[in-house]
Structure formats: C-alpha cells, structure tokens
DNA sequence: ACAAATGCTGCGGGTTCCCGCAATTTCGAC
DNA sequence: GTCGAAATTGCGGGAACCCGCAGCATTTGT
C-alpha cells in the first residue's frame, strides 16, 4: 500500500509520518510533498490510492488539490488533516466529495489513538469519518436557523468580492429584487440584524461579511478560490454586457 | 536564566524547547503553557524576564498577552514566533512595544540555525531583531505608496466592523467628509479604484474589506481585537448620543 | 515672511442600498 | 385538482454612500 502525504509543515508531516508507520504496518512506501500543487503532480504520477491532506498551504489548498486528485481518480481515499474546523472548509470539502467516495476530517488536536483510528478507518477499511468537532458543527448546520443553502452561500461569496446588487444578480441569473432579498436573509441568519436594533448604526453589508469571517462561515482560502472564480466568469463573460449605455467610440466625433 | 514558552501547537513547541536548549545553556528553567491567558498569569507568577510567543492562539492571541506582560514589566524581553507575516500583525507589536524594549519577531519556517541565533541575539544580549522577510515587508510599508497611516489605519478598522460614516466620524473625533476622505484615500492604497475602472459593478466599501484581508493587511484576530474595542468604546459611550433626533416622550405631542 | 502643500470641513448631486407592499410564480401536500 | 406556503419579481421611497468643488487651518520649505 502506498500513501501520500501532502502537508507544508515539517513538524507536523514527520509527526504525521511517525503515527501512519505505527498505525499502519501494511504500507509499503509514503511520500512527502510540500503543497497542493506538488500534490496534484505527485498524484497523477504515483497513482496513489491513499493521501493525507493539509488544508491550508501555500501555493494551492488542499481542497483545490483534493478536487483535482478526485476528478483524475475519484475512488482516491482522502483524509483532511486540518488546524481548524471552519465552516468554510467543511463546505468546500462537502461541495467537491464524489459520491462513494471515501474521505475524512481530523483536526490536529486530535489525540494520536484518535488520528491512528481514523487513519485506518478511512484509508485501509474506506470508511466516511469525521472528527467529533466536525459532526458537531455539522449537525449544528444541519438546524435551518443558521444554515445557509447553497444560493445563499453563493450570493455571500459574490457579497464577500464587493460584487454590487446589479452584478450578483447577473452572475446567479437572478432579478435584482431577488438578490436583494437574498441578502436580507443572509443579514438575518448572520446576525446582522439582531445587531442593528442593539446599535443602529450599522453598514449591514459590510458587518455582514465582518460576521462571516469571525463566525468562520467565510476564510481567507475560500475568499481567494472565490475571487479567482470570478476572474474567470469576467474572462468568458461577453463584452457587451458591461457597459449598457453605449455612449461613444461608433464613428462619429 | 528562566524563560517561558508560550505556544499551543504541541509539536512546535517541544521542536522549540530542543532548540532552546541547545542555543542558551545557560537557561536553568523552561515553562510551558498552552495560550495567552495562562502566560499572562504565568509570567506574572513567575517574573520571566524572556518570553518566546506564539502570535496565533486559541483563548487569548499573542499581542494581547505581549501588551499586559510589558505593561506590568516593560524590560521583559519578548521573541515572537509566527506562522504568518500579516501586516496586522506587525502593526499589532508595533502598536505595544515599549521603547528601549528588546523584542523579535521570527518566522516558523525559519532555519533552526537562524532560530537559535534570533533566540540568543534577543533574549540573552536584548536585542531588537526581526527575519529577513519581515524587514522587507517594513520596509514596503514604508513607501508611503501603498502602507496606512496610523489614522487611516483606524479607519479602516471602523468601516471593516461594519459603522458606517456617521459612527465612524463620532468614534474618531472627525467630520463626517473628513471620513469619507480617508475612505477615498483608503479605496486608492488598497487597490479598489484601480480595479473599479476595469470592472465597473463594485461596492467599494465591500471591496475594501475584502482587499484588506486577502492582502493580509487585517486578519481575524485583529478584527476581534478590534471587535473587542468597539464593545468597550459602546459601553463607555453616553447613552444620549446614540438618538440625536429625540422625537417623544417629553412631556406634550 | 511668504508661498506652497497638506489636512479638515461643509454643500450638493447622482448613485446605490435597504426594505415595505403587493402581484405573480413555483412547488409540495392532501 | 386544489390549496397554501414559500420563492420570485416590480415599484417606490427614504437613507446611506461616493465624490467634485470650494473655503479654512495648519504645516513646511525657502
């Protein structure tokens, strides 16, 4: 059995290392890379069936990594290994998972018993397992009191760019009115307006996105994945949609 | 010589407590503790006079364990040990270090040669020393181009917890234009007008914020600090200031 | 000492945003 | 097939925001 490890922290991947040698004797060969797009490569080349991913590293995330290694090779097993438990993440991972597919979340705190469990649960057995923080916060989602459905997030991250009413709503195909009440939900489950009666004198758009990144709906990786996104749209988008008025430049003058 | 270590990843902490005993042999106790709270009680229990410390922590971050330890013993000599290399941060231990204080600030992907010349330099000859790429990045944000001013700074804070003008302008001591000037001049060192012109749909004020975390410029522990300010600066706030309109209640309608 | 530069402020207008009201559509349930 | 709840859209108004213009105050350079 061959195992990848994609990790940018030395202290942690050679701790890693230590307790997937004692957890799993069957493993015949592991290799370290150092960030996601070393791990896209190693991947392809190595055709490995079990990888432990970082998430947050430095030239590409593990969850782009991860995408990619899945698209090439869905039946990968793949075991996030991750500081930290935002909401961001676990959505990221739970958009790009394919079905079947085996994977897991541990955090690092987690105890080595508990990292040497999940490590043969997921890669060796392909099991679906989860750190008890994880399924908390999961379940806790799972209430529609806080949760935001997929459009809502969408309509936050466009939000989160600084994307005005106009635009957002062309980018989801959606009215301008929509939009709008998209966001009106979007203040409450954050806790916008719950806020705004205590202290009227809030921005509601930005406190929103402020409320996004300190409850940890919203991270600085997912930001910059979204903003490279939008690059993207704007590139394939038709010219003539941004600039309605046609004011000059047709012959005359 | 006693030193305390203040760091909550376990692994980076035992790396440097091997490093730390190879570099300074004269140091006769090393304590450990796991956040800012406990280094705090801890460096006031136990008068340390060097400190190594984590910035990013889970119940209380390093800059604000750094700012109670010297205000209670401003000699003490502090190294900080990082991950990152935010601007917020640097502006952060700026922001609290006392003069004539000796203090460092070194990166974790530092060399353990070059860690244990830092933790020499700083802790035993009360030096000021910082890594090679935070220097750059000081030195960056010395052109006045592109870096903050102190107020502008502060400013930004404001607009990035969600007030809007008015508040703004009432917590600063400011006009309301004088405001919405520092805002144009923030729009243009972060970038926003320059991106405006190629895409015309942004909410600038949104988009600010967001430039501001995704160059690193603010990060979310200095948004909670702030957050934390904003809080005290509501309570310490006269209540009558909050409705300037008083529209009933006196007496006749 | 004078001029230039920089920072702070008020005014006014054009735009965007927030949101209540109401009409219409969609969708699941019975 | 019908009913009711929820989602989608239009309209309109008041508030907040962006920003050019112009008048003072302070600071700086010569």
Redesign the interface.
Known sequence: MKILVVED?Q??AS?LQGVIAEALPEVTETLHVQDGLQGEAAARAGRFEAVVMDLQMARRNGIEAARTIWHERPRTRILFWSNYSDEAYLRGVADIVPAHSAYGYVL?TASRERLKLVLRAVLLEGQVMMDREIQRLRRRNASPRHSLSQSEYAVLLD??????D??IAERQGLSLRTVQNRLLTLYDKLG?NGEEQA?????????????A??TRTL??EM??TA?HDLECW?AARPADE??PPTQRGDGAL
């Open positions: 922290d202290f942690h701790f690092k939000l989160a760019l600084g994307l005005q106009r635009l916008v202290l009227p004198g809030l921005n509601k758009r930005v406190r929103a996105l402020s409320r990144i300190s991270n600085l930001l910059e903003q704007l941004k600039a």
